[in-house]
């Protein structure tokens, strides 16, 4: 079993920078890959970033390429998601996720489907106003 508590999200303007945190307890972090999913009202929840368990393959949805960064620190417990250059399509509730199929990968065929991740945080609010 894996707990996952996120936090760092707010409110911000358009161009500015938010950093989120995931706190990952129970189950030992570097079992799954970690990734962040996106959920904006009235929307499905969307593929964001992927990390695999050392941190040193990471892949990116188009939608955030060169703005978004996502890292992990296992000896902290921690999955972060450095956001830059926001906009306000960027708006929504993130969610971090844990998956033993992503806990290590080479390349993506296609960008990870919620259904395939275990274990989900309850969401943080991003709203980016123009």
């Known amino acids: 079993q894996v707990q996952l508590v996120e936090s760092g999200g707010g409110l911000v303007q358009a161009g500015g920078s938010l950093r989120l945190s995931c706190a990952v307890s129970?189950?030992?972090?570097?079992?799954?890959?970690m990734a962040w999913f996106r959920q904006a009202p009235g929307k499905e929840r969307d593929f964001v970033a992927v990390?695999?368990?050392?941190?040193?393959?990471?892949v990116y949805a188009d939608s955030v390429k060169g703005r978004f960064t996502i890292s992990r620190n296992n000896a902290e417990n921690t999955l972060y998601l450095q956001m830059n250059s926001l906009e306000p399509v960027d708006t929504a509730l993130y969610y971090c996720?844990?998956?033993?199929?992503?806990?290590?990968?080479?390349?993506?065929?296609?960008?990870?489907?919620?259904?395939?991740?275990?274990?989900w945080g309850q969401g943080t609010q991003v709203t980016v106003s123009s």
């Open positions: 996720a844990a998956a033993r199929t992503y806990r290590d990968f080479l390349v993506l065929r296609s960008n990870p489907a919620p259904k395939e991740f275990e274990y």
């Open positions: 129970g189950d030992t972090p570097n079992y799954y890959g």
């Open positions: 990390v695999n368990w050392s941190g040193g393959r990471t």
